[in-house]
């Protein structure tokens, strides 16, 4: 894993947020959305993170091809798993938010990710609505927003 600049948000996300999260807001009115009520809006800048990754997935660094991947939400969009057996509420205000967007491969964000956000113990998550960082630490290392070079270790098991 690499550090990656995300640059600046493309000019299309803005409105589709707006729009998408006017929609989904009355769906989260009514109980958690689901991954498919969400819907798939944001893809419309996965060219722009592909190309801003430089062709490659922002967890395994293989260079893949556009079509056939991802845009990952670094806090999942409709369900977090916290891996302590708990299952919260996904961050679905954050599905459209260019600062929670990657690009992915499918075998890391359908596999090895998926829905999973540990937080730290003590923690807080974030409530619906609320901006990043807040009283949430993440286990989970973001490329964009920290230099995985220092964070990550390599362990040899003899």
């Given at each position: ?47 722009a ?5 430089l ?29 302590d ?70 362990v040899?098991?003899?």
């Amino acid at each position: 894993m690499i550090r990656i600049e995300r640059g600046p948000e493309p000019a299309v996300l803005p409105p589709i947020r707006a729009s998408e999260l006017s929609r989904v807001r009355l769906l989260a009115s009514a109980g958690r959305p689901s991954s498919e009520a969400i819907g798939q809006e944001y893809s419309k800048v996965k060219r722009a993170l592909w190309e801003r990754q430089l062709m490659r997935c922002c967890y395994c660094e293989m260079h893949v091809q556009c079509d056939y991947s991802d845009v990952e939400h670094f806090r999942p969009k409709a369900r977090a798993d916290r891996l302590d057996g708990t299952i919260d509420s996904g961050y679905w205000w954050l599905a459209w938010t260019w600062e929670n967007l990657l690009f992915s491969c499918p075998n890391c964000n359908r596999s090895a990710k998926n829905d999973v956000f540990p937080l730290e113990a003590g923690s807080v998550p974030l409530l619906p609505e609320e901006q990043p960082p807040g009283r949430e630490l993440p286990t989970l290392i973001d490329p964009c927003g920290e230099d995985p070079v220092g964070l990550i270790q390599f362990v040899f098991d003899m």
